[in-house]
């Protein structure tokens, strides 16, 4: 065999003994040709690759997998909601993601099918159900009742409110309203209240026009007690236009032709009723005079008008008895 593996005489020479050991020194010749190869130093790279940093490969050890990818995530969506608080957004983002749930309740059969309010008088169906806050895309399933209740209750139409939810589609309202009591005038606004003094909304609608007004710091939440005891008295309470009430201590009466009534602070039922009796008896609130004052217990003072008072002081005039001639 030559330097490069080949036999230099005819293996035909040769017996049988001579081909087997021919083939096993040709297999031991590929053997190590093929040990050799792989035992080849693979090429050192043009750019020496710098070791790792010591925190990286700890964190590569100690952290499981994926943790990357979900702290990735966390971040991205800590950057959004970041995002959404200093732009302002967050009612809209809150809003969005409340119609996407309801939209995938009522998909799956909880939509509002039926709604049935009790107890309303002066709200409509419409008001209450947007006082409320449910709409046509809101969920009876994600229908919160004690924030409906509350959001019904800060109006001041409302004094109480109760809600039941009947799955799968059904809303029951129960409604308790104030009613319209009396028209408050303070400051130069007139506003409707109710008996407890309640501002129910500004005047505007001539359905109030018919109510009793009252005038005055605290005239909204004494007025209840003043205008009961007032009812008790028709003769004076048919003529009566305004009742004001002065210092937050007493009450005075301006009736429709414009005369003034001074009530006292204490005992205000005997003097209405000594107004009924004069009116009846005397035909007070006829006579032409503008104030009547009864603030002091034993006494009733009239104040005339300016033309009466005229023609009282020429009657006295007449009736003053002439000096004779010569009379010192």
């Known amino acids: 065999m030559d330097g490069a593996g080949r036999l ?19 297999a031991v010749v590929l053997l190590r040709e093929r040990v050799g190869f792989r035992a080849r130093v693979p090429a050192r790279p043009v750019i020496d690759r710098e070791p790792p940093n ?6 590569e050890r100690y952290l499981p997998n994926r943790t990357g990818i979900a702290l990735t995530v966390l971040i991205l969506l800590g950057s959004a909601g970041l995002g959404i608080v200093k732009g302002g ?7 969005a993601l409340s ?10 059969g909880f939509r509002i099918t039926t709604v049935a309010i009790n107890g309303r008088k002066h709200l409509s169906q419409d008001e209450v ?8 895309r809101s969920s009876l399933l994600f ?24 799955y799968p589609g059904q809303l029951q309202i129960d409604i308790v309203e104030r009613t319209a009591f009396a028209l408050w005038q303070q400051d130069g606004r007139l506003s409707v209240i109710s008996e407890d003094g309640a501002v129910l ?7 109030f026009v018919t109510l009793p007004l009252v005038v005055g710091k605290g005239a909204d939440v004494k007025s209840r007690d003043f205008l009961a005891l007032l009812e008790r008295y028709p003769q004076v309470r048919s003529v009566t236009k305004a009742a004001i009430l002065v210092g937050e201590r007493r009450w005075n009466l301006r009736l429709k032709d414009g005369l003034d009534i001074r009530l006292p602070e204490n005992d205000i039922g005997n003097a209405l009723a000594m107004l009924s009796k004069l009116d009846k008896e005397d035909r007070l609130f006829s006579r032409d005079i503008v104030a009547v004052d009864m603030r002091l217990p034993d006494r009733l003072t009239v104040q005339l008008s300016e033309d009466a008072a005229k023609a009282r002081e020429e009657l006295f005039k007449e009736k003053k008895p002439k000096k004779k001639a010569g009379d010192a």
């Open 201 to 207: 909304e500004p005047y505007v609608s001539r359905r």
């Open 54 to 59: 010591r925190l990286v490969l700890l964190v």
């Open 8 to 26: 230099t005489r005819s293996l035909r020479s040769l017996g049988p003994q001579a081909d087997l050991k021919a083939a096993a020194i040709g």
């Open 129 to 136: 159900l947007a006082i409320g806050g449910v709409n046509g």
């Open 143 to 166: 229908l919160d009742a004690a924030t409906v209740r509350d959001k019904l209750k800060a109006n001041p139409w409302i004094a109480d409110a109760t809600i039941l939810k009947l």
């Open 89 to 95: 957004h967050v009612d809209e983002f809150t809003a």
């Open 99 to 108: 119609d996407a749930r309801n939209a995938l309740a009522n998909s799956a």
